[in-house]
């Protein structure tokens, strides 16, 4: 069946929390002084970060994995990804001792590359940007008869994603406002899964590079807009949008702004010499658009998702010390 964001229930992330309780790292939510003082509220950072891979996609790979039936789990689950996805199924079919094949595009960061190889998955770095590589992801499921995980669809993966918002509103249960990073839209589909029913009067903001815009630009247009394949620091936003991922959008956002590229530099800076965290570009997109003004109003108490720290070394170094 189409994924549909409308057949999302409170009840699945709830589930899916007592299935990967065990599994999965319970992530700091840390006040920041320098954005409460910048919003005139209180500002949460949700450290995502510091996630087992450095990332929230573990969370849905967990509960996307652990919902298969053994005949499933026993020939195998492939996936495509920017890296953060691929390095949470590697995480997850190493514990339930499922093979797992992970296409990636060749300029998935090494870091990403290497973590998902030592993980002991199949890694695929051949194709020349994200969206080649699901096509052949696809393409290499279907010939193997293996199970295909999308990276921002499935109810089991969302549900899972889901699960970071649950921690949020268990912490702060008078939120005002969630500002998420937007690639494909698993995480905003999940949080908001959650958010909307329980919560209904919290503002979800979404976040984008401008160089990996598709969502801002199909939301404005109200139809799918095919962006540029640009480089940009947040590789994990890269790559289209389709219907489904709009209807997310549609549902989910209340909002949603763009930050430029050497705003992202220079929030990966900032978060590591203010609040000792590191972020990937796309990890630290959410805190660019508090920090440089993009959203024009945030209600406070507000959480801002820092989804994930893969970055190369090299990389981090020449931004941080820039």
Request: hydrophobic letters at 50%; proline letters at 4%; aromatic letters at 4%.
């Amino acid at each position: 069946m189409p994924f549909s964001f409308s057949d999302l229930r409170a009840t699945d992330v709830l589930a899916a929390a007592r299935r990967i309780e065990n599994l999965v790292r319970r992530t700091p939510l840390v006040r920041s002084v320098a954005l409460s003082e910048l919003a005139g509220g209180d500002v949460y950072l949700k450290l995502e970060s510091e996630q087992i891979t450095s990332s929230f996609k573990l969370r849905g790979a967990m509960n996307a994995i652990g919902s298969l039936s053994p005949d499933e789990r026993a020939h195998g689950v492939v996936v495509s990804s920017a890296g953060n996805h691929g390095l949470g199924i590697a995480y997850a079919a190493r514990h339930f001792a499922t093979a797992a094949t992970v296409f990636v595009p060749r300029t998935a960061p090494q870091v990403k590359r290497q973590g998902i190889a030592a993980l002991g998955a199949t890694l695929d770095a051949t194709q020349p940007h994200y969206d080649a590589a699901m096509e052949a992801a696809i393409a290499f499921a279907n010939e193997r008869g293996a199970t295909f995980i999308n990276p921002c669809f499935g109810h089991t993966l969302l549900a899972g994603q889901g699960t970071v918002a649950l921690e949020i509103l268990s912490e702060l249960p008078h939120l005002a406002s969630l500002v998420v990073n937007v690639g494909g839209g698993g995480l905003l589909a999940g949080c908001a899964s959650l958010v909307r029913p329980l919560a209904p009067n919290v503002r979800i903001i979404g976040a984008q590079s401008v160089n990996t815009a598709a969502m801002a630009l199909s939301m404005a247009a109200e139809r799918v807009v095919e962006i540029d394949d640009l480089p940009t620091l947040a590789d994990g936003l890269a790559g289209q949008i389709d219907e489904a991922a709009l209807e997310i959008g549609r549902h989910a956002l209340d909002d949603i702004v763009t930050v430029t590229e050497d705003e992202i530099a220079t929030t990966i800076a900032w978060l590591w010499h203010q609040q000792g965290a590191r972020a990937e570009g796309a990890g630290a997109v959410a805190t660019a658009a508090v920090l440089h003004n993009a959203i024009a109003s945030l209600p406070t108490p507000a959480a801002v998702i820092i989804s994930g720290g893969n970055i190369d070394a090299e990389r981090f170094e020449r931004i941080v010390e820039r």
